[in-house]
């Protein structure tokens, strides 16, 4: 065999082990401070109720929502999970618009 044609099957094997890895699981439920498990339909509630004040309806992203659900609520929550659920409900706050000022001036 050919040095060519093993490294080709050996590359071949490699992408198939990493089709087959689908990842770790998205766990359904967080924890509060005091111990209790508490599912994400709750907490998918709780960031819907955030984002309908006024103060988060235009601003916050998913690292704001994540400080206010530890200080406010006491959730023990990853910024990664709020960002997923925020995704998945569209909950997600715009990104930042580019400034229009920047590209008036034409050449």
């Known amino acids: 065999m050919t040095s060519s ?6 590359r071949q094997k490699s992408e198939d082990r990493r089709k ?7 766990t359904q439920t967080s924890v509060t401070t005091e111990g209790e498990t508490i599912s994400d339909t709750i907490v998918i509630e709780v ?13 916050g ?3 704001k929502l994540t400080k206010y659900l530890r200080r406010n609520y006491g959730f023990i929550i990853n910024k990664k999970k709020v960002y ?21 001036y034409q050449y």
Do not use: I, V
């Open 47 to 59: 960031l819907k109720n955030m984002r309908k004040e006024p103060f988060f309806q235009n601003g």
């Open 5 to 10: 044609t093993w490294y080709q099957s050996q």
């Open 20 to 26: 087959q890895n689908k990842g770790h699981p998205n």
């Open 61 to 63: 992203g998913y690292r």
């Open 84 to 104: 997923r659920l925020c995704l998945e409900n569209g909950l997600c706050s715009r990104g930042r618009l580019k400034d229009q000022a920047a590209h008036a």
